[in-house]
C-alpha cells in the first residue's frame, strides 16, 4: 500500500501516521542579552530510520500536518559565576508568537551545579507553523545559559533535547 501525502515511509518500509521528531543542540548558548533569544537546535535523530516527519530548518522546528502536539524540553541549565541565585527562563514560541502558560523558571546559585529544567506542552499546531524554544535570564553578568557536556568516553551530553509528538 503507498503512503499518503501526508504520511512518511522509513527504511524498513514502515508507514507513519502521525508525526514525531527528536532535535537537541551539542553547543553550549550562553545569554548574552536581557532580551528573550531563540534556543539554537543543531541535530535533529534519525529517530525512525531516516524519517522525518517534522522538518528542522537551520534551528527552526517545521510542523508538516496538522493536529495535536505533546512537546517536551529538556535544557540543562548552568552559570559560569557567582554565588547570588539568579534566574533563567524557557518557553515556546510558535510562528514568532510566545505561548501562553508555557514558560518554566529555574533559580541558579552555584557555577558548578547543572540542572535540567523540563518543561512539557500540549498544543494544536497546524501544518507549515514554526516552534522555537526561547530563553531569558535575570542577569547577563553570571554567564547564564545553557550548558553541553562532553564526557571522555562517553556521548556528548546535548545543551538541549527537545521531542515533538503529534497525539491525534
Known sequence: MAPRDDNERNLSGRDYRKAFGQFS???TQR???LKPVEVQLDA???AGGGVHTIDFNK???IIKQSGMYLIIAGPQVGKVRGATPRWIDLWLRVNNI???????RAVLIDPEEKTVAIMNSVLPLNRGDTLNIVMAAETIEEGMGLEAI???GEPTIPSIIVTVVQLD
Open 31 to 33: 545569554i548574552s542579552t
Open 44 to 46: 535533529q535523530a534519525d
Open 25 to 27: 543542540s551539542n553547543k
Open 59 to 61: 534551528g527552526d522546528i
Open 150 to 152: 562532553a564526557p571522555d
Open 98 to 104: 510566545d505561548v501562553p502558560n508555557s514558560n518554566i
